[in-house]
């Protein structure tokens, strides 16, 4: 309970002006297509450099939270990802937009990011010790499996069918291999200067979602004014709070997946969402109702995306082993100050440490509160026409892309992506599970390839990667869900050529 | 876009100030391109030694850093040495051995011909770690182990050609026994799989592993002389008797392109070593562990033909 203890600093006015100016500009950060969390992060360092340590990472601490879940912002309203680990909240909260409930949807997601952020910090707080080691005990095979358990819900996700959600896929790991490979440095399928850096995950993303997008608004043209013509329904904050709660099965899926990857280090916390998003669909009653506006969507996804901002900092605060790339810009902050994370920090620095981690805990509050308010604003953004919005959404599109690393080749890829992926949607296809693969094929590329030279060098392949409890856990877990997967297609064929012989 | 406004900036600059720009330069911001992720050791450190830049002592214009990171630098540096702007304004971050022993083994974009070094500020030597419960005590431990089980020993290290390799092959060569290199990417995840016993050794920053000591042995420095500063009690690899010397530092300074005006790099070369021994940034260097080391041009220039001609020889074979 020492944590308790170390309260009192952060309800100084100080720090409370230092924490809302760090949620506000967090929220607002996190809205901006490009602009992920870890950036936002290293964007802030340089100003704490004249601040006293613990008002430094208060400001870190709070931006942290506030971006991970400003993210949603664009998700929901523009369908563009705010990062990647808001793809799964842009699957339903955009349909929930379309239809004119954006408030509602803005509203639950600030809810249950509340719940999953301050499960994950409680875990932070009174779970560190335990699960620090365990924590480290994730190797490549691990994480190769970890990767391969994301492979197996690429087919399911968003897509009608199971063959072109697959497609969709392959062409997303494809485009990961672009570039220099990030192991040995050989050069992939790099035919234009703009592709010599690979496709960055972030520029990929914006050009994925957003352009196809701004193509439909502007084919609509001018005569088709209605296409946007929702009418924004006002929604209550209680009610909302009570159709959070009557998720708990969501609820529960989110926080323990969350906090789950966000432990795990190098599993990168961007798939927690999209995991807990197709768990939840798949122990859901309404599942074929995914996709088409469920509350319950954009609840497990939000959740489970904040449960992982506490849990990913177990590694770095315990062993000073950043396990997210979030974690490795903090690592810097904290460096800045003279603050070495380890065993050792709490009984050094007690004052820095809790005051960070409580200020990640009062960050889910103010976090909440501002974002309820933003959503009632930021509703509205629908009543906007067409041809405008789109014209604002391209700009946003290609300020992100080229915000990422300051780079022109980024807004090309990013806009010839986005043009590549528009005709495959008119072909059913769609950019969620095209997404995943670009996340997931350098994960389980470079830990094969390290795992390789590991086996090698030790008791060979087979035993390396497929004995041992945990690679046997997360095996059963890759077959399951491939079981799970084909069963479901079969039944639903089943379903259709019924459906065909009765007609 | 920006670059181009810059040039079409520079360009009237120069035609209306003719022969004396150097002595207004630099009447605006200056930037800095660093090669790697906001957040890395690289990028932070630069963002310590140029904070004092817009004192009046200095350059008097601040310094901005800008990161263009992708494939262990090679995207930051290849714009750097084919689009960067020759007018002094726009800077660049440089890792030694990095970048010269990728324009031995790729055709890169950049050598050490078309770069012109301004300062130097620090050196991170390579470490060799292993885990905590590791049964090796010393580097003579591991080399015994090793010659009876050849190619079994794992070593973690940031990838191929940086330092931490370079240190690997040095040790490959002093103790004639073959071990395993297992990239990663980075030195954080390389470290972290030391800690985490997926790796038997490994090769790292002295300044990461010097913070992890509580879950690490350090049983060598790959430098000439130990480090007084922050691990007194760790023997050089020549102290345990391996012929492994100071090749792997990684050296972090400043640079521009070639063509820049002779009389700006002489302004920059003047001004930039003491912006670097500004008290305010030794301090802030030493609060996170990361070691000064300050050289002038002079001393840089003569740094990177050593480094260039002793990686032409060692990277030969591979």
Redesign the interface.
């Known amino acids: 309970m020492e944590f308790l203890y170390h309260f009192g600093p952060v309800f100084t006015l100080s720090s409370m002006a230092i924490l809302c100016a760090g949620t506000i500009g967090g929220l607002l950060l996190g809205a901006t297509p490009g602009l992920s969390p ?2 936002a ?3 802030l ?2 100003f704490t ?1 004249h601040m006293d340590p613990a008002q430094g990472l208060m400001l870190l601490g709070a931006a942290y939270t506030a971006t991970v879940a400003g993210g949603a912002v664009s998700a929901i309203l523009l369908k563009i990802p705010g990062a990647p680990a808001n793809i799964a909240t842009a699957l339903d909260g955009y349909a929930m937009a379309r239809k004119g409930e954006g408030a509602k949807a803005l509203q639950l997601c600030f809810i249950s990011s509340f719940i999953g952020g301050v499960l994950g910090v409680l875990v932070l707080i009174f779970l560190t010790p335990v699960l620090a080691q365990w924590a ?5 095979s691990h994480l190769f499996w970890i990767a391969i358990l994301g492979v197996t819900i690429i087919g399911s996700l968003d897509s009608k069918s199971v063959v072109k959600g697959l497609l969709a896929g392959c062409i997303g790991l494809w485009i990961a291999m672009i ?2 490979d ?4 050989v050069e992939r399928f790099i035919f234009s200067e703009h592709l ?3 496709v ?1 995950i972030i520029a990929a993303l914006i050009g994925l979602f957003a352009i196809p997008q701004v193509i439909e608004m502007l084919e609509g043209g001018r005569h088709k004014r209605t296409f946007e013509m929702v009418e924004v329904k006002p929604h209550s904050v209680w009610k909302s709070v009570g159709i959070t709660l009557g998720h708990p099965r969501a609820l529960t899926i989110g926080g323990i997946v969350g906090v789950i990857i966000g432990l795990i ?2 599993a990168g916390g961007q798939i927690a969402g999209l995991v807990s998003y197709d768990q939840a669909r798949r122990f859901s009653p309404d599942r074929e109702k995914f996709g088409s506006g469920q509350a319950e969507g954009v609840i497990a996804a939000e959740t489970a995306n904040n449960a992982m901002v506490g849990p990913s900092l177990v ?1 770095l605060l315990t ?5 997210s ?1 979030t974690a ?6 904290l ?4 603050i ?5 920090l709490f009984v050094q620095h007690p004052d820095v440490a809790w005051a960070f981690i409580n200020s990640l805990l009062v960050g889910q509050f103010l976090m909440m509160i501002f974002g309820l308010y933003i959503a009632g604003l930021a509703a509205h953004v629908v009543r906007i026409p067409p041809a405008i919005l789109a014209s604002g959404i391209l700009v946003l599109a290609v300020f992100g892309a080229y915000s990422v ?3 022109q080749s980024d807004v090309v890829v990013m806009l010839a992506l986005g043009i590549g992926m528009y005709f495959l949607q008119q072909y059913g296809f769609s950019p969620a599970p095209l997404v995943l693969g670009v996340i997931l094929g350098p994960i389980a590329e ?1 830990n094969y390839v ?1 795992g390789r ?2 086996a ?3 008791d060979g392949m087979f035993s390396y990667f497929c004995l041992g409890t945990m690679n046997l856990v997360l095996i059963s877990l890759v077959v399951l869900s491939i079981f799970y997967s084909v069963a479901t297609e079969i039944r639903m064929r089943r379903l259709d050529s019924l459906g065909e012989i009765a007609t | 876009m920006k670059r181009l406004i810059l040039g079409m900036a520079a360009l009237t600059t120069v035609a209306l100030a003719g022969p004396t720009v150097a002595a207004d330069y630099p009447d605006r911001p200056v930037s800095v391109m660093v090669a790697y ?5 690289t ?2 450190q630069a ?2 030694v140029t ?1 004092m830049a817009g004192d009046e002592k200095y350059l008097g214009q601040p310094i901005v850093i ?7 630098g ?2 930051g540096w ?2 750097f040495a084919t689009s960067g702007g020759t007018d002094g304004y726009e800077l660049a971050a440089y890792n030694i051995p990095h970048f010269i022993a ?1 324009s031995i083994k ?1 055709k890169t974009k950049y050598t050490i011909d078309n770069l012109e070094p301004i300062a130097n500020w620090g050196a991170d030597p390579a470490v060799l770690v292993v885990g905590k419960d590791s049964p090796f005590n010393t580097v003579g431990d591991l080399v015994t182990y090793a010659k009876e089980n050849p ?4 070593v973690s290290g940031a ?3 940086v330092g931490h390799h370079i240190a690997y092959l040095q040790m490959e060569k002093a103790t004639g026994v073959k071990l ?6 980075g030195g ?2 390389a ?3 030391v ?5 038997m050794a490994g090769v790292n920053n002295l300044s990461d592993a010097f ?2 000591q ?2 690490l042995k350090i049983l060598a420095i790959a430098d000439n002389e130990r480090n007084t500063e922050f691990l007194p009690d760790v023997p050089t690899f020549k102290e345990a008797g391996f012929d492994v010397d100071d090749s792997s530092v990684n050296f972090r300074g400043l640079m521009v392109r070639k063509g820049t005006p002779p009389d700006v790099i002489e302004k920059l070369a003047k001004a930039v070593p003491e912006m670097f021994k500004d008290p305010k940034v030794a301090k ?1 260097m ?5 070691p000064l080391k300050i050289m002038n041009r002079e001393e840089v220039q003569a740094m990177w033909q050593r480094r260039e001609d002793y990686l032409k020889e060692l990277l030969k074979d591979l």
């Open positions: 870890t950036m992060v290293a964007l360092i340089p450099f480290l005990s994730f190797g490549p570039g220099y990030s192991i040995q440095g010599e850096g690979g960055h280090p190098g590694p062993l000073s082993v950043p396990g790339p490795a810009v903090l690592l810097g902050g460096l800045i100050h003279g070495f994370p380890g065993p050792n690393q300051n780079s470079s390290q030279i590991i090698q060098a030790g | 992720s906001p957040g890395g050791a990028d932070f963002r310590i904070m800008v990161n263009k990171p992708g494939a262990g090679k995207v290849s714009a990728q790729f190619g079994k020993v794992t990838g191929l050609f395993a290199y297992v990239p990663h990417k954080a995840p470290l972290k799989s800690i985490g016993g997926q790796v913070r992890s509580d879950s802030q030493k609060a996170g562990g990361s």
